[in-house]
């Protein structure tokens, strides 16, 4: 669990991470390096609290929209390959897309700057989607669990822009979808292949994978929690949940 059971590193990690750490809270793994070298590595709290079982240092985290760097080094990679170039318009690649879509570039998608609204919301305005979400991974799954692939669908029906594109900064989950599935025009391969071969696997980071539609089971996976009235609530589930989720180490 820890590399260096009595070193001041790990006295200061514990006593940071001690309200944590009772066995009766959710918690988090924790590594610790410096020049190369790894001083720390330990899990705190737990994982589950059903079952009691404590993080340890490969425990899994759902990263939800951590994954965005990926998906921009992705762009990124295939930049600096050329095969792509960041002025290059969302028409390009989805002609589906109303006229707007060529004044859309990557880089209004890299930057939140797209105008899109978010695709939960028009699957909600859609009545697609029920509105109990996130919630427990025991509940029953929804009638309607969409994928990448519905997503840009809804997203290409969109008649009217929340602003003109490059005009203002709006967090965007709907522009980091597109981008995805622009690596996936690109290249021909799934979003997962890619980053596996041009991310995951050069940098050997061996417990990262892309939860997609196909739901790779993943070992070692802690629940994410909520906190709501002084309890803790499971909130692992969600319809949209395979709309390219990334868990990592």
Sequence with gaps: MNNLQND??????????????????PGTAVIVIKDGQILLKKGYGLANLEYKKPIEPDTAFLLASVTKQFTAMAIMILVEYGRLRYDD????????????????????????????????????????????????????????????????????????????PGEKFEYSNSGYVILALIVEKITGQTFSQFLQQNI?????????????????QIQNVATSYTLEDGDYKDIDYAPQN??????QT
């Design 200 to 216: 995951f696997q050069p940098l050997d980071m061996r417990r990262s994978l892309l939860y997609d539609e196909t739901r790779p």
């Design 242 to 247: 395979a709309i390219y989720v990334h868990y």
């Design 89 to 164: 318009s969302l028409s390009q690649f989805f002609p589906q897309f109303l006229s707007y879509s060529q004044k859309i570039t990557v880089r209004h998608l890299l930057y939140h700057m797209a105008g899109f609204p978010e695709y939960d919301d028009l699957f909600l305005e859609s009545g697609k989607l029920d509105k109990d979400y996130p919630r427990s991974a025991d509940s029953m799954r929804s009638s309607f669990e969409p994928t990448v692939k519905d997503a840009l669908a809804i997203l290409a029906e969109v008649k009217e822009l929340h602003f003109a």
């Design 8 to 25: 001041t590193h790990s006295d200061n990690v514990d006593s940071l991470f001690a309200p944590w750490n009772k066995g009766d809270t």
